[in-house]
């Protein structure tokens, strides 16, 4: 399922600082996300992203503002790590439904 790739690749962004830089400094849409993360070898489409991210900043978002909503909820201020709460909300959304069987600890 394409969401589930989308959370192997937020889990990735966590713990690769070279992907974490890379997708900080690319342009703050879907479709320039997506695509940064194509060619990092990851496939999955625009709405799955904005999916995920939903769950991830647990509240609703549009095309317009997801990677805004996710990157200021998600990663440090300079984009360049993840925000300290990010991984351990990271971890609670891939334990609960129906990602309970993708979790894989780091």
Known sequence: MSTERVLEFIHDVAGDPRLC???ANTDRTLDAWVGAAGAAGYKFEPD???VVAEELVDQPIDDRNAIQMLTKN???EDGSTLAPNAIERLKAVMQQGRYSGYYRPW
């Open 74 to 76: 998600f990663f440090a």
């Open 48 to 50: 799955d992203l904005r």
């Open 21 to 23: 830089s890379s997708i």
